[in-house]
T-cell receptor, first 111, second 115 residues
Framework: DAKTTQPNSMESNEEEPVHLPCNHS???????IHWYRQLPSQGPEYVIH???SNVNNRMASLAIAEDRKSSTLILHRATLRDAAVYYC????????????FGTGTKLQVIP | GAVVSQHPSWVICKSGTSVKIECRSL??????MFWYRQFPKQSLMLMAT?????????EQGVEKDKFLINHASLTLSTLTVTSAHPEDSSFYIC???????????FGPGTRLTVT
């Protein structure tokens, strides 16, 4: 599995955009980049994934560096409900694949 | 989206007893399910891969005789913690995915407290 480096914690003001960075310099050419988040006392939930191109969905945007060694999860307007631990997880895609969690970034949203 | 449920959501048991946790995929079939454990302020740690109709695959360091996994149908996997001890107190989470999906769907977790 590719190693990842994420900030331990970040803060954001409510209603402002948040950029959560992730370094994955050892990612293989076929690995997708997945992002999951875990709200307090809940199971993780899928946020977004991508391979090479930037991706958007209703929850967030994913910006992937051209060399694929880093990516950034973008929450366009942080809300209090976005306070969670965000995990960047490179790996093969497919529901049958296990997910290996790193330490993630704990996002605090300030009202 | 796909839904995964767990039962119970929390359980308290006495040391030395066994406790069973159920993981169900509610609106899809899952040939593979995963079991994770999470201690306070730590990340999720994969314990085992549960395969329908065959033996589970355990991660290194996880005792297969202590954490019994049964995946008897395409919608149900169970984790039994045998002879539980206080150090087994943790948050247990399962996940599964429809075959065609790219992502995993996680259950809400089961908080086990062993007294």
């Amino acid at each position: 599995d590719a190693k990842t480096t994420q900030p331990n914690s970040m803060e954001s003001n409510e209603e402002e955009p948040v950029h959560l960075p992730c370094n994955h310099s050892t990612i293989s050419g076929t690995d997708y980049i997945h992002w999951y988040r875990q709200l307090p006392s809940q199971g993780p939930e899928y946020v977004i994934h991508g391979l090479t191109s930037n991706v958007n969905n209703r929850m967030a945007s994913l910006a992937i560096a051209e060399d694929r060694k880093s990516s950034t999860l973008i929450l366009h307007r942080a809300t209090l409900r976005d306070a969670a631990v965000y995990y960047c997880i490179p790996g093969n895609s497919g529901g049958y694949q296990k997910v290996t969690f790193g330490t993630g970034t704990k996002l605090q949203v300030i009202p | 989206g796909a839904v995964v449920s767990q039962h119970p959501s929390w359980v308290i048991c006495k040391s030395g007893t066994s406790v069973k946790i159920e993981c169900r995929s509610l609106d899809f079939q899952a040939t593979t399910m995963f079991w994770y454990r999470q201690f306070p302020k730590q990340s999720l740690m994969l314990m085992a891969t549960s395969n329908e109709g065959s033996k589970a695959t355990y991660e290194q360091g996880v005792e297969k005789d202590k954490f019994l996994i049964n995946h008897a149908s395409l919608t149900l996997s169970t984790l039994t913690v045998t002879s539980a001890h206080p150090e087994d107190s943790s948050f247990y989470i399962c996940s599964a995915s429809p075959t065609s999906a790219y992502e995993q769907y996680f259950g809400p977790g089961t908080r086990l407290t062993v007294t």
